[in-house]
């Protein structure tokens, strides 16, 4: 029996702790054959590779750069520009710097981007809803549209509505004459268009105020009957929200907050009003009409992917189409939808650099002539690549964060 025993248990002696350490610092694997350790050594090695790449390539660029006598600074941002833009967001004229050329390309994507990416969004869910129709005829029309616009290339459908549609109006002489009035012509399109007064920005405060609190009470009350289920009249109060305070604010500013400034004959061409250039108008309508088609098919995807017992559950007790639609469907679709969204709203925002094809004056198409104008081309074409990247990221955190915050929480 004693020779059965282990030989540190022989003779009624036991393991002492420091042999016990011991024996487990012999037993250990050493670290240069420890899966972990090499794992990690790896790593550090490749990520200095990776460095010492970029920098090799840095360094050498810019030596490249001094040899040809190319200057990559932006000192060149405060010369003056010494080119005109046709239809600028803000106030510019020729004798403006770079930067400020540069700035008013920034705002014409953010203002066809933005405009475009609410369009887009509203005709792709109306054409996903009549796809997903049993009227025969309004699902194979949506079908039609949908296969359309998925197949063709942006920039041949950006021709076909620039060349084929707006540069096919009317001569000024000829003007196609709308409500409003509104006058359609060769030189563009011509709207009657609201004008503050004096005072008008205490109703344009007040009525922003107004948005952003009913928004606000929307969001909150109806969290609140979620919780409670008390009824916390959330429509009504966002509602009478956005009717009262604009109210207040309008007597407030003496009853004429804004002017109709409405577009007028004068000489060879249409004076007051707003312009819409052809080239904006082509530009967007094409963004619009094709990323719509892309839309489309995502929230058609993203409604069918809902349990078809939710609809069922929602007519057994009593609602409407559409309140089955809008209260059970959607709110469960929108968590599908919202991802491939991004990357609809992403490529409709790099999509607009096309403009260059028709004649809009975008960041891209503007960063294209300072180059002709002041020959640096590696700053300019840095500045529009982190622009581009910067709207990108920041589109895409927002949308990430809406994402997360209607996902179900699992506790």
């Known amino acids: 029996m004693q020779r059965l025993l282990h030989p540190f248990f022989q003779n009624g002696s036991t393991m002492s702790n ?21 794992r990690a050594i790896a790593q550090i090695i490749s990520t200095l590779l990776i460095i010492a790449v970029i920098w090799f390539a840095a360094v050498n660029f810019l030596k490249a750069a001094d040899n040809r006598g190319m200057t990559l600074s932006y000192d060149f941002l405060k010369n003056p520009a010494g080119f005109s833009i046709s239809d600028p967001a803000i106030e510019y004229d020729p004798s403006m710097n770079f930067g400020r050329a540069f ?24 054409v996903a809803l009549a796809r997903l129709s049993t009227n025969w005829l309004m699902s194979k029309i949506a079908l039609f ?51 503050l007064t004096e005072t008008g920005s205490i109703f344009a405060i007040s009525l922003g105020i107004a948005i952003i609190a009913a928004i606000a009470s929307y969001i909150i009350l109806r969290k ?42 004068k000489g060879f061409n249409f004076q007051g009003g707003n312009r819409i ?15 719509a088609g892309f839309i489309a098919e995502v929230v ?67 960063g294209k002539t300072a180059i002709n104008q002041a020959g640096r081309a590696v700053p300019v074409f840095a500045l529009v ?17 809406y994402n997360r915050s209607i996902q179900f929480k699992e506790r």
């Open 145 to 195: 549209y949908i296969e359309f616009h998925r197949n063709i290339p942006l920039l041949v459908l950006l021709f076909l509505w620039y060349s084929t549609v707006f540069k096919s109006f009317p001569k000024v002489d000829d003007s196609i004459v709308l409500p409003g009035p509104s006058y359609l012509n060769l030189r563009g399109i011509y709207l009657a268009w609201p004008r």
């Open 103 to 126: 700035l008013v390309g920034l705002l014409n994507t953010l203002r066809v981007s933005l405009i475009g990416i609410v369009a887009a969004t509203i005709l792709g869910t109306l």
């Open 224 to 265: 609140k009957r979620a919780i409670t289920g008390k009824d916390t009249y959330y429509s009504q109060i966002s509602f009478a929200i956005l009717i009262i305070l604009p109210t207040i604010g309008w007597f407030l500013s003496g009853g004429e907050p804004y002017w109709l400034d409405i577009p007028f004959r």
């Open 277 to 291: 250039t052809p080239e904006f108008a082509g530009l967007f309508v094409g963004l619009v009409t094709y990323t």
């Open 18 to 38: 420091n042999d016990l350490k011991i024996s487990e610092s012999s037993s250990a694997i050493p670290f240069w054959r420890d899966e972990r350790g090499i």
């Open 300 to 366: 058609r995807a993203g409604v069918q992917a809902v349990d078809k017992g939710q609809f069922e559950a929602g007519k057994a007790i009593g609602l409407s189409s559409s309140q089955v639609l809008s209260l059970v469907v959607m709110p469960q679709a929108l968590r599908i939808i919202i991802p491939p969204m991004i990357s609809q709203y992403l490529n409709l925002t790099k999509n607009s650099s096309l403009a260059l094809a028709i004649g809009f004056m975008d960041l891209f198409s503007i």
């Open 385 to 401: 690549m982190v622009t581009y990247l910067s709207l990108s990221l920041i589109t895409s955190f927002f949308l990430n964060w």
